[in-house]
């Protein structure tokens, strides 16, 4: 059978390979298809559902748009005023036993007093280490002392990193921060901690959306749907492409030729994969990628439970944890998000343990009804910070009791552990590196486009609307040779709203 014989071919129906399908159908003047080996749309932007109907994304994910078109986009998905709820960010990091409010650095007017003298003395060291600074900081390590000092760094930052990086702040560089982390203004952190006063919501992500049904992957099936159905084709892996050939082959055996790819697998993949290369070349990029490029594994751990949302969690969305009395470093409370995130109150499920094992099996086993409220934790692992997914769900719950997420008698009704990976690209020193030596390569002398949360591999565009806005712009950079601002300008793009394109069908 012939290869079938595209202009543009997309690898992925993630965010990225959805933007790179919508501005090809937008356009209309280039032939296209899209693959994934998934069987329907989302990648790491999907919602899993357990047995007893509770709901859990891959992690905490909530919308913030920096751009007109992406915001164009999901209107036409999801058109309704009931397909989304608005939300106000209640966000608060758990630092000895108390709930300090986000950001923590604005904050320390809440915690314990030998505490607020060490902040306060590091931010006065830091300013004076700006002061006399003659260079920019070079690692994360290096930038958290400049802007926060020691205080901060040993009682927030430096812990709290290495739980959500699984890699120390040390080995992490610092430009992927961009403008966009102030310095805590010294005057107002000793007014604040003197007058006792809590500093307002913060920063551009004070409200947010949540789709109302399905989670996030929600969002992306219904993108998928406004895209034509037999471009896209599920359950095909990609196997090897021949670079020179233009060709992909998949995992049926069947191949499609093109003239541009655009990619969104992960990038060590994709080199480890090529094949119409030389050797040296092929050689160089599979060890830039390996030696350069570093992510972690991401577990997602659901709890469903049952009983009215307690007082002490209220209209809490996200919480953060720097401490080792538990692993996680990050509990959404996914109930409060969207009601149906967890079963009707009327459905009956059993109790499946308490919170506290050593409480003994609940005496009754029969299904009762709800309500019910729901957790969503997630932890980070690496060769650096290993994890044992053994006991990972029980050492979890055990952290929610621990944090007061959860009471010892607490009636668990559903739980849900999966692990991602990679799930977080890691902005390691040498990324910028290796992204110069790669990505060049691939595009001017193959026509391929790796683009993507792992195809591009930059976390500070590696968010949903970064990630469908790298595939718009890529198919624009393919077809007309426009620049890909969200690639390479990344403080550009987050720095200001995005109006230049426009979903106009
Ligand atoms: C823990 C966590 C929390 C996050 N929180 C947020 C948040 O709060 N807000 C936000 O906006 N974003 C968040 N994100 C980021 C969001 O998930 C990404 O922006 C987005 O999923 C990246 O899209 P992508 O298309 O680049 O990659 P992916 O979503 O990874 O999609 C890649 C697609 O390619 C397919 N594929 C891979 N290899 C092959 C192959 N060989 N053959 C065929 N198909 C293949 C996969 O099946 C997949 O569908 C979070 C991510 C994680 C992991």
Redesign the pocket.
């Known amino acids: 059978m012939p290869a079938q014989e595209v202009d543009v071919l997309v690898?992925?129906?993630?965010?990225?390979?959805l933007g790179a399908a919508k501005r090809l159908n937008q356009l209309k003047s280039a032939s296209w298809a899209l693959?994934?080996?998934?069987e329907e749309?989302?990648?790491?932007?999907s919602t899993d559902e357990t047995s007893e109907g509770f709901l859990f994304d891959?992690?905490?994910?909530?919308?913030?748009s920096h751009y007109a078109y992406f915001d164009d986009v999901l209107k036409q998905a999801l058109p309704k005023p009931e397909d989304w709820y608005e939300h106000q960010r209640v966000s608060y990091v758990r630092s000895r036993d108390v709930w300090v409010p986000y950001p923590y650095q604005n904050n320390i007017s809440v915690i314990p007093t030998d505490d607020q003298v060490k902040c306060i003395e590091g931010m006065v060291d830091a300013a004076e280490l700006r002061a006399r600074a003659t260079a920019a900081p070079k690692t994360f390590d290096e930038w958290i002392m400049r802007m926060m000092g020691q205080g901060l760094a040993d009682i927030f930052m430096r812990p709290y990193n290495f739980k959500v990086w699984a890699v120390p702040t040390t080995l992490m560089q610092c430009k992927w921060l961009g403008e966009r982390v102030a310095a805590p203004n010294l005057k107002t952190v000793i007014s604040n901690t003197l007058t006792k006063k809590v500093a307002g919501n913060w920063g551009p992500n004070a409200t947010f959306k949540f789709p109302a049904r399905d989670g996030t992957g929600g969002i992306w099936k219904a993108v998928a749907k406004t895209l034509p159905q037999d471009k896209l084709h599920f359950k095909?892996?990609?196997?090897k492409v021949d670079a020179d050939g233009h060709m992909v082959h998949l995992s049926d055996g069947s191949e499609i030729r093109y003239k541009h790819l655009i990619t969104?697998?992960?990038l060590d993949?994709l080199v480890k994969n090529l094949d119409g290369i030389d050797h040296a070349t092929k050689d160089l990029l599979v060890k830039t990628a390996k030696d350069k490029l570093v992510y972690s594994s991401?577990h997602?751990i659901g709890i469903g439970i049952r009983g009215e949302l307690p007082n002490r969690i209220g209209d809490k969305c996200w919480l953060y944890f720097p401490e080792d009395d538990c692993p996680f470093y990050r509990a959404t409370i996914f109930s409060n998000y969207s009601p149906y995130n967890c079963p009707a109150s009327d459905k009956a499920l059993p109790t499946l343990q308490y919170a506290d094992p050593s409480l003994g099996q609940p005496s009754n086993s029969e299904p009762q009804k709800g309500p019910y409220w729901s957790l969503m934790m997630?932890v980070s692992e690496s060769h650096l910070k290993p994890v044992n997914h053994e006991t990972l769900l029980a050492d979890t719950i055990r952290g929610c009791v621990n944090t007061q997420l959860l009471m010892p008698d607490s009636e668990i009704v559903s739980t849900y552990h999966r692990t991602?990976t990679p799930?977080?690209p890691t902005p390691s020193l040498e990324r910028d590196e290796a992204l110069q030596e790669i990505l060049p390569v691939l595009l001017e002398r193959f026509q391929i486009l790796s683009?993507?949360?792992?195809?591009s591999w930059k976390y500070e565009v590696?968010?949903?609307?970064?990630?469908f806005m790298?595939?718009v712009e890529a198919v624009d950079r393919a077809l007309f040779g426009a620049p890909e601002m969200t690639l390479d300008s990344p403080d550009f793009v987050n720095g200001r709203r995005n109006t230049e394109r426009r979903l106009a069908e």
Do not use: C, K, W
């Open positions: 690898i992925g129906a993630g965010p990225t390979g693959v994934d080996a998934n749309a989302g990648g790491l932007a891959v992690g905490g994910h909530v919308i913030f095909q892996r990609v196997t969104t697998m992960g993949y991401t997602v997630e991602f799930g977080y683009r993507g949360r792992f195809g590696g968010n949903q609307d970064h990630s790298l595939g």
